[in-house]
T-cell receptor, first 111, second 111 residues
Framework: GENVEQHPSTLSVQEGDSAVIKCTYSDSASNYFPWYKQELGKGPQLIIDIRSNVGEKKDQRIAVTLNKTAKHFSLHITETQPEDSAVYFCAASINDYKLSFGAGTTVTVRA | KAGVTQTPRYLIKTRGQQVTLSCSPISGHRSVSWYQQTPGQGLQFLFEYFSETQRNKGNFPGRFSGRQFSNSRSEMNVSTLELGDSALYLC??????????FGPGTRLTVL
């Protein structure tokens, strides 16, 4: 099955700086790559996603890049704010109605 | 539009008992997926239903089962509970493709 690895496991950034989280996947058939943000006591919230026919996608301060050849994708958060502090998960799907998740990255934004 | 709702939010059971969790998807969504989240194993896929049919199933023992009703609401059942079943059980809904939107989860504690 699909195996998704996520790095780093924890990330501490100064408010206003950028944060980057990287994920690799094993199954070259994967074609959908969402990112979720999970705050304490809540379920994961879809923040951005990208499909295999697109190399980059941006939504305000958040961007995702995909390198199909290397089988890795990354989440970029610019101008970080305290409310960006949360656990972020990457996931991959081969269109079989199942998401395979990375282990998560705990992001702390220092004021 | 109301989000995914899960009931109950918290549950305490003892070993050997069984439990039923409920999920109401976002209005118009016909796909419901279930995931188990634990600190050690992360987010793991249990099963997915679309129009009352299970389309995919994860690697969980037969004690874990689910179903979907004609109004797209879904239930999952865990029989003969074990200590290791303590987890946050998340339900996600979608139109039937890749995008999945999660509910707040049901926190199950097995004593």
């Amino acid at each position: 099955g699909e195996n998704v690895e996520q790095h780093p496991s924890t990330l501490s950034v100064q408010e206003g700086d950028s944060a980057v989280i990287k994920c690799t996947y094993s199954d070259s058939a994967s074609n959908y790559f969402p990112w979720y943000k999970q705050e304490l006591g809540k379920g994961p919230q879809l923040i951005i996603d990208i499909r295999s026919n697109v190399g980059e996608k941006k939504d305000q301060r958040i961007a995702v890049t995909l390198n199909k050849t290397a089988k890795h994708f990354s989440l970029h958060i610019t101008e970080t704010q305290p409310e960006d502090s949360a656990v972020y998960f990457c996931a991959a799907s081969i269109n079989d109605y199942k998401l395979s998740f990375g282990a998560g990255t705990t992001v702390t934004v220092r004021a | 539009k109301a989000g995914v709702t899960q009931t109950p939010r918290y549950l305490i059971k003892t070993r050997g008992q069984q439990v039923t969790l409920s999920c109401s998807p976002i209005s118009g969504h016909r796909s419901v997926s279930w995931y188990q989240q634990t600190p050690g194993q992360g987010l793991q896929f249990l099963f997915e239903y679309f129009s009352e049919t299970q389309r995919n199933k994860g690697n969980f023992p037969g004690r874990f089962s689910g179903r979907q009703f004609s109004n797209s609401r879904s239930e999952m059942n865990v029989s003969t509970l074990e200590l290791g079943d303590s987890a946050l059980y998340l339900c996600a809904s979608g139109y039937g493709g890749d995008e999945q939107f999660f509910g707040p989860g049901t926190r199950l504690t097995v004593l």
